[in-house]
T-cell receptor
């Protein structure tokens, strides 16, 4: 079945550092790929998405590119802020029409 | 526009009891999905309803059930509670079913925290 593997955290960075959270997937066909963010005590919010190969999703300074050849969708940000501290989930919707999540990566940004 | 509303926010139950959780989707959204979030298993899909019909389901035992009403509000029920059912239960709504249309985004509620003792 479909699966998503993302780098385990926690990840701790200083403000203005560069961020990369790795995500790879296994799915049949051509899934749509997503990054969701969960702030403490809240539900998940869609951060960005990409629906076909070589698409780049972007939002709030975060970017991720759909790489079919490496089945990856790594999340990047050039300069993180304290307010970016949250749990980040990579996810996909595959041919079974289910949203499948990775385990999540906790990011803490220190001032 | 009001977001996805889940009630109650917190629940404490004992083993063997049953529980009902409620979810009110964003106005105009006809799809409602439920997810279980635990530290060990992460986020796992329970089921999805669209226009009062169960459209998809995950790999959970029959103790987990749900329904959707004509106003798109949804409830999920867990019978004969076990300690392992302790989790954050998240509901999400969208305009179209998951994976159809242009993958209209899922909007999540803040969840119901269920503790089974």
């Amino acid at each position: 079945g479909d699966s998503v593997t993302q780098m385990e955290g926690p990840v701790t960075l200083s403000e203005e550092a560069c961020l990369t959270i790795n995500c790879t997937y296994t799915a049949t066909g051509y899934p749509s790929l997503f990054w969701y963010v969960q702030y403490p005590g809240e539900g998940l919010q869609l951060l960005l998405k990409a629906t076909k190969a070589d698409d780049k999703g972007s939002n709030k300074g975060f970017e991720a590119t759909y790489r079919k050849e490496t089945t990856s969708f790594h999340l990047e940000k050039g300069s993180v802020q304290v307010s970016d501290s949250a749990v980040y989930f990579c996810a996909l919707i595959g041919s079974n029409y289910k949203l499948t999540f990775g385990k999540g990566t906790l990011l803490t940004v220190n001032p | 526009k009001a977001g996805v509303t889940q009630t109650p926010r917190y629940l404490i139950k004992t083993r063997g009891q049953q529980v009902t959780l409620s979810c009110s989707p964003i106005s105009g959204h006809r799809s409602v999905s439920w997810y279980q979030q635990t530290p060990g298993q992460g986020l796992q899909f329970l089921f999805e309803y669209f226009s009062e019909t169960q459209r998809n389901k995950g790999n959970f035992p029959g103790r987990f059930s749900g329904r959707q009403f004509s106003n798109s509000r949804s409830e999920m029920n867990v019978s004969t509670l076990e300690l392992g059912d302790s989790a954050l239960y998240l509901c999400a709504s969208s305009q179209t079913p998951t994976g159809e249309g242009n993958n209209s985004p899922l909007h999540f509620g803040n969840g119901t925290r269920l503790t089974v003792t």
